[in-house]
């Protein structure tokens, strides 16, 4: 069963935005720390922003003030609204949720391209 599902990826040229959404059941997302996650060709899974779910947040020096992560509980789904975007930003983008149990989407890929 799919539990976290994104989309909003795709392919953008630098300096422009996208806007991710990741919608999780109601139970997951109701209780959960959520986050999204990157993982480039290469490169090991880094932490992009996560968001509780009293809305306390946090963002990887790398994104922080370029990067929003919001959710809406009552639509169980999380964002990340991405502005200024760089070809550095290039990588498969994965939902996140944590409670007792871990749980991943399958990904979105974000290309920028230069």
């Known amino acids: 069963q799919v539990q976290l599902v994104e989309s909003g990826g795709g392919l953008v040229q630098a300096g422009g935005s996208l806007r991710l959404s990741c919608l999780a059941s109601r139970t997951i997302a109701g209780a959960s720390v959520m986050g999204w996650y990157r993982q480039a060709p290469g490169k090991q899974r880094e932490l992009v922003a996560f968001i509780t779910v009293h809305g306390t947040t946090n963002y990887a020096d790398s994104v922080k003030g370029r990067f929003t992560i919001s959710r809406d509980n009552a639509k169980n789904t999380v964002y990340l609204q991405m502005n200024s975007l760089k070809p550095e930003d290039t990588a498969v983008y994965y939902c996140?949720?944590?409670?007792?149990?871990?749980?991943w989407g399958q990904g979105t890929q974000v290309t920028v391209s230069s």
């Open positions: 996140n949720a944590k409670n007792f149990w871990e749980y």
